[in-house]
């Protein structure tokens, strides 16, 4: 049975962190590279909002018995496919995913240049999949 207070702690979640994001987006790319604190902010928090997004979407497949994860993308997948998100966001957040492991496993080598465009550019897909996500509470 699905847990709407797993679901809804996790998307309050994952608006906190876009706020700060949001507020984070203020800086030049120069300004931004520029202090550790910035950029370190910015990876942290983009990688806490997929994970939030994940644990939910991880939630629904396993409380309605949608189907096996056995990778992070399974899950986008699997809720494609059941009908609950379309298409273009499912392949959204697969890349927003390989970004997440970008963050995690390749640490050392994450070009900061490109989390400033994240940061920029992305942060309303993490909007659309919390919202999308927001139907199961």
């Not at 699997?78 to 890349?95: A, Q, V």
């Amino acid at each position: 049975m699905l847990n709407p207070e797993i679901i809804r702690r996790r998307l309050q979640r994952v608006d906190e962190y876009l706020a700060i994001l949001a507020g984070l987006q203020r800086y030049s790319l120069d300004d931004f590279l520029a202090d550790p604190e910035r950029y370190g902010s910015a990876e942290r928090f983009l990688h806490l909002a997929t994970e939030a997004l994940l644990d939910v979407g991880s939630h629904v497949i396993a409380e309605l018995d949608l189907g096996a994860i056995e990778t992070y993308s399974d899950i986008p997948r699997i809720l494609t496919e059941k009908g609950y998100i379309p298409r273009d966001l499912s392949e959204t957040w697969i890349r927003i995913i390989g970004f997440r492991n970008v963050l995690v496993h390749e640490y050392l080598n994450v070009d900061r240049k490109v989390v400033h465009e994240v940061l920029q550019h992305q942060l309303g897909d993490l909007r659309a999949l919390a919202h999308a996500l927001a139907q199961f509470l």
